[in-house]
């Protein structure tokens, strides 16, 4: 028998108990993030605990481990934001998206070449992902931010996606309820069926101030070494500044370019449509 001042170890966490743990706790970070980006400057105890369906003193256990490693932060009202740990996560994985560093150099020529704001985004479901965006000087400022979610249904680069991605990927969008973002978004099913048709036959997705009000977007896909969608590459701008009269010479000129960087990620199939598309039918 071991002295009763030896320490017993202690009894092993249920992998169950542990598991169910660990996916309440990243869904209180999931809750946290998603309110700080639609602008909540902390989120109380009590909205997690409800969200939870839990008691507060189960949301400050499961919140502890994240505290101590800066994904969350306690905010003054006793509430919780992200720390610089989420931060740093969310950057370290941006910047192993070799997709980032391949568009980088087409997006700052084509952003310095336009005047107008370049976005580079990827699919997520249903939803498209900002992971990079060029502003020059004489761009007008967008709320876009890097990091923000939105419905591929009223945005030019989710056309884009859905146009030449997977084919299931169509069913997927119509299947989750349309919502208006402005008077000019595309609710109805077979109208929106129809514009991706149109999408694949021009090359590039045309948000028509669908998205934002006076905002027009062009965009076209990104391709990856085995030739599959891996994302998207846009231009947007006031519909001032970039009028409808302008929507086929610059669309042509994103289409080019999301070639481009689908040949620096390797796409074979990218690079014989730019051979195609070069005078003469050769590659320049």
Not at 154 to 183: E, H, Q, R, Y
Request: charged share 20%.
């Amino acid at each position: 028998m071991p002295d009763d001042d030896e320490q017993q170890p202690a009894p092993a966490v249920p992998a169950r108990n542990a598991a169910l743990s660990l996916r309440r706790g990243l869904s209180l970070l999931d809750h946290v993030a998603d309110r700080t980006r639609n602008g909540a400057a902390s989120v109380s105890l009590g909205e997690l605990a409800s969200m939870l369906g839990t008691a507060k003193s189960t949301v400050l256990r499961l919140t502890a481990p994240m505290v101590e490693t800066d994904l969350l932060r306690r905010t003054p009202d006793a509430g919780f934001t992200l720390g610089l740990g989420a931060l740093l996560l969310g950057q370290s994985y941006l910047e192993g998206i070799d997709l980032r560093s391949a568009a980088a150099p087409f997006m700052r020529r084509t952003a310095e070449a336009t005047g107008l704001t370049c976005h580079l985004v990827v699919p997520d479901g249903t939803d498209i992902v900002y992971v990079d965006k060029v502003e020059t000087r004489g761009t007008v400022r967008m709320g876009s931010r890097i990091g923000n979610r939105l419905p591929m249904r009223n945005t030019a680069s989710g056309k884009a996606i859905v146009a030449f991605g997977d084919p299931g990927l169509l069913g997927a969008v119509l299947a989750v309820p349309a919502t208006a973002m402005t008077d000019q978004s595309i609710t109805d099913d077979g109208r929106w069926r129809q514009e991706v048709e149109r999408t694949r036959a021009r090359g590039y997705g045309i948000d028509d101030r669908e998205n934002e009000p006076g905002i027009r977007c062009v965009a076209a896909p990104v391709l990856d070494h085995a030739n599959q969608v891996v994302g998207a590459m846009s231009i947007s701008g006031l519909a001032s500044r970039f009028p409808a009269a302008a929507v086929r010479e610059l669309g042509d000129g994103v289409v080019r370019t999301a070639l481009e960087i689908s040949v620096a990620l390797g796409s074979s199939s990218a690079q014989l449509a730019l051979r195609r598309t070069a005078p003469g039918g050769a590659a320049r």
